[in-house]
Antibody, heavy 120, light 110 residues
C-alpha cells in the first residue's frame, strides 16, 4: 500500500522560506506513470495546486506561485521536497503531497497533510 | 477565484439524491479528464471519481460522475449522514499547464 508522509516545520517566519519533504513508502517515485504533486489548502478554503515533479526531472508550477516555488527530488531516499520563498501570512495552509496519474490526471494517493503557519 | 466553478453548498434529505456541478472551459474540463474528491472534516481529500466517471476500488456505486462539454457532474444517491463533506472537482488546464480545482461544495444531509 502506497503511503505519503509530509514533514517539516509547522511555523515559519514572514519573508523566510518554507521547506517541506514528502516521504513515499510502498512504491518508487522513479516511475513513468505518475507525477508527484504539492497541493495546499488555506484554513477554511479550497484546494490549490502548487506544482509537480516528474521522474525525468521535469517540474511544473502554478503560474501564480512560480517565482517562489521549487520542487526537487531525492530518489535515493524516495522523497520529494517543496521550497516556497518569501512567505507571508497568505501562505498559511495545510500542505499536502499527492500522487497524480500521467494519463488520468487524478490524485489517487494523498499524504495526511501538514499545517504550516506563517507568523512572527 | 477558482478556475473551475462549483456551487458553494447543496443539501438534501437522507436517502435522496443530489448532484454537484463543476463548470470550466475548453482548456480544462473540455479536453481533460475530471476527478472528484471527498474531504471529510479534518482529513485529506479522498479520490471518489477519476477519468470523468470511473470509481476507484472501494468507492460505493452510490457515487457517479459524468462530463458533457466543459461541465462535469457528481451524483450521489441514497444519501447518508456520513456523506456530509466538502466535494471538489479537479482536472488539468492545458493553457495554464497547471492543475486546477473547483472551489468546493459543502454537502449537508438534512
Amino acid at each position: 500500500q502506497l503511503q505519503l508522509q509530509e514533514s517539516g516545520p509547522g511555523l515559519v517566519k514572514p519573508s523566510e522560506t518554507l521547506s517541506l519533504t514528502c516521504t513515499v513508502s510502498g512504491g518508487s517515485i522513479s516511475t513513468t506513470s505518475y507525477y508527484w504533486d504539492w497541493i495546499r489548502q488555506p484554513p477554511g478554503k479550497g484546494l490549490e495546486w502548487i506544482g509537480s515533479f516528474y521522474y525525468s526531472g521535469s517540474t511544473y508550477y502554478n503560474p501564480s506561485l512560480k517565482s517562489r516555488v521549487t520542487i526537487s527530488v531525492d530518489t535515493s531516499k524516495n522523497q520529494f521536497s517543496l521550497k516556497l520563498s518569501s512567505v507571508t501570512a497568505a501562505d498559511t495552509a495545510v500542505y499536502y503531497c499527492a500522487r497524480r496519474g500521467v494519463v488520468t490526471t487524478s490524485h489517487d494517493y494523498w499524504g495526511q497533510g501538514i499545517l504550516v503557519t506563517v507568523s512572527s | 477565484q477558482s478556475v473551475l466553478t462549483q456551487p458553494p453548498s447543496v443539501s438534501a434529505a437522507p436517502g435522496q439524491k443530489v448532484t454537484i456541478s463543476c463548470s470550466g472551459s475548453s482548456s480544462n474540463i473540455g479536453n481533460n479528464y475530471v476527478s472528484w474528491y471527498q474531504q471529510l472534516p479534518g482529513t485529506a481529500p479522498k479520490l471518489l471519481i477519476y477519468d470523468n466517471n470511473k470509481r476507484p476500488s472501494g468507492i460505493a456505486d452510490r457515487f457517479s460522475g459524468s462530463k458533457s462539454g466543459t461541465s462535469a457532474t457528481l451524483g450521489i444517491t441514497g444519501l447518508q449522514t456520513g456523506d456530509e463533506a466538502d466535494y471538489y472537482c479537479g482536472t488539468w488546464d492545458s493553457s495554464l499547464s497547471a492543475g486546477v480545482f473547483g472551489g468546493g461544495t459543502k454537502l449537508t444531509v438534512l
